[in-house]
C-alpha cells in the first residue's frame, strides 16, 4: 500500500555529515508516522528516529543531540539530517511506515 525508497549514503570520515532522503509513493495518506532505523552487520535493527504528523518526535540516546528528523508534505518526503558522524553509525540505514512498509536500505559507512 506504501513503497518507501531511501537514497543519500555513502563513506565519509568521523566529523562529517550526510543527509539520508525517504521517499513514498502509494497511499502515502495511510503514513501517520515514520521512523527511521539501522542495522549493523551481525546486529538486531534498532529504531533510531521517528517522527508523527503531528511534529512530535523521537531520539535513540545513541543519536540524541546529532541526528534530526524532518519532512517535507509537499515532496512526500522525510529526511535524516546525521552531524558529527562516528565510526559505530556504520549501519544499513531503513525508513519505515505502517503496514509493515520498508524501503531497501542505504549503507552509511564512516571511517576514522
Known amino acids: 500500500q506504501v513503497q518507501l525508497v531511501e537514497s543519500g549514503g555513502g563513506s565519509v570520515q568521523a566529523g562529517e555529515s550526510l543527509r539520508l532522503s525517504c521517499v513514498a509513493s502509494g497511499r502515502v495518506d495511510l503514513i501517520q508516522i515514520l521512523q527511521w532505523h539501522r542495522q549493523a552487520p551481525g546486529m538486531e535493527r534498532k529504531l533510531i528516529a521517528g517522527?508523527?504528523?503531528?511534529?512530535?518526535?523521537m531520539y535513540s540516546d545513541l543519536v540524541k543531540g546529532r541526528f534530526t528528523i524532518s519532512r517535507d508534505a509537499a515532496k512526500n518526503t522525510w529526511y535524516l539530517q546525521m552531524n558529527n558522524l562516528q565510526p559505530n553509525d556504520t549501519a544499513i540505514y531503513y525508513c519505515?511506515?505502517?503496514?509493515?512498509?520498508w524501503g531497501q536500505g542505504t549503507q552509511v559507512t564512516v571511517s576514522a
Open positions: 517522527l508523527i504528523n503531528d511534529g512530535s518526535t
Open positions: 519505515n511506515a505502517p503496514y509493515d512498509a
